[in-house]
């Protein structure tokens, strides 16, 4: 398989139509949905007030992976996959747009919350509303990056619905894997014959910023968007419609 640089200079240099098209029209076939994103914003901003100091993340997320879910979801339905491979459209670009339309509809669920806000700011409502933080965007992209670099992968090798049982499984098992990781790790640094390698990056953390720390989450976020975007590409040119 090719470098991903290599992968993506043949994307850009192709005359099918562009990704940007591509995106748009996942947006487009989402009326529905972006008709309900302000009600899942009310809806969380809501719930989420008394459980977090900052409810932008989670409103985030939601919102983003609920739109790429029913982009998939219209997708197999209309059976646009065989559509699209009779037409003059590279599997790589089709890919693409799917992880690029992420950071769209991040943007989207942004603009959102900061409509949200302003009217809770200007009613003098008795909910908080959060300003949307560098910290906090920077979260939020890292949790949407690492949440569809494990579904797309899954999406583009076994399709819409098998995806959704898969996902499932696969977020529970991260969600517990993560979680007894860290508690591995946390034991391992605190312990007297702990790896000293380990108590010095444990240091060297808590040294850093919040900023510091959020950039280098943001990075490995980066990382792992990448590999997941070659395993998907490689996933989806060899899958038969």
Known sequence: MPPPW????????????????????????????LAYMGLYIILFGITFQ???????????????????AAACSHEDKSGADILWNSMPVSREKLVLSKYLSMFVYTLLASLGYMAFAAVIHLTRLPIKASPITATGMMGSIVAIALMNSLYLPVYFRLGFMKARVASFFLFFALFFGVTFGVNVLSEEIHSAQGNTALRAIAS?????????????????AFVFLLASFCLSVKFYRNREF
């Open 6 to 33: 290599k992968i993506l200079c043949c994307i850009i240099q192709e005359r099918s139509p562009p990704v940007f098209n591509l995106i748009w029209k996942d947006i487009l076939i989402q009326k529905k949905t």
């Open 50 to 68: 008394n459980i977090t100091a900052d409810p932008f993340p989670a409103i985030a997320v939601a919102v983003t992976y609920q739109m790429i």
């Open 204 to 220: 060297a953390l808590q040294s850093a910023s919040d900023l510091q720390i959020s950039l280098l989450l943001l990075g490995l």
